[in-house]
């Protein structure tokens, strides 16, 4: 079985974000991590690594520094990753990524794709169905469990308040979401090999059957108005009551007044 693992490198919400004047994300300026969806993704393909003796290829696609959520991946037990990287692809949406994506995954031998849910930085949930569309394969999305069966992948898919056993043949798209379950950590050894590790590297001319004008920033159809790194939030009401009885009035007032019970 061979598995294609999507991963993307994220800004560390907790350090903080930047902008570029065009309004996308200065990735160069910030801390980054793995994203978590992708990262549960990633976990699952290894749990199939150890079972079925599945093949695990890592690909990413970003600025030269993504290299390093590929080493972290293949410190956990992956056991190829691949860097899509170019001046041209900068400022992707997600029709573009999902294009670039596409394009590089069409170079490889897959039975089936896991990615992410969606990314912390985007949280639009489109890139991993529309790399499904591109490559004209089925997609399971929202995936909280997982398992193979023969030539079929098996997807417990979470649906509102209830979920959903979808069955499709392979290969396949699967996104995860980061409930999936618990990653593994880099193991020293692994940290290790994954030092020494050959990451590919693939530019635009690698990409298969991929128009320029569905590429980077010029091929995003998506354009962003405005954009900032905080949204400042008024004081509110404050009220100070003189019994608890009249704080639980006041609170259950509010609730009624809107709806909410």
Known sequence: MKIVVCVKQVPDTK????????????????????????????EAALRLKDEYGAEVTVITMGLPKAEEVLREAMAMGADKGILVTDRVLGGADTWATSTTLAGAIRNLEYDLIITGRQAIDGDTAQ?????????????ISYAEDLKVEG???????????????????????????AELNEPRYMTPGGIFDAFDAEITVWGRADLVDVDDANLGLKGSPTKIAKASDKVRKGAGEKVTPDSPEEAVSYIMDKLT?????
């Open 127 to 139: 890139v991993g169905p529309q790399i499904s569309e591109h490559l004209g394969i089925p997609v």
């Open 151 to 177: 030539n079929s992948v098996i997807v417990k898919r979470q649906y509102e308040d209830r979920y959903h056993m979808v069955k499709a043949q392979m290969p396949c798209l699967v996104t995860a979401l």
């Open 257 to 261: 007044t809107k709806h909410v019970i």
């Open 15 to 42: 350090g903080g974000v930047k902008f570029n004047p065009d309004g996308t994300l200065d990735r160069g300026a910030m801390l980054t991590i793995m994203n978590p969806d992708d990262k549960a993704g990633l």
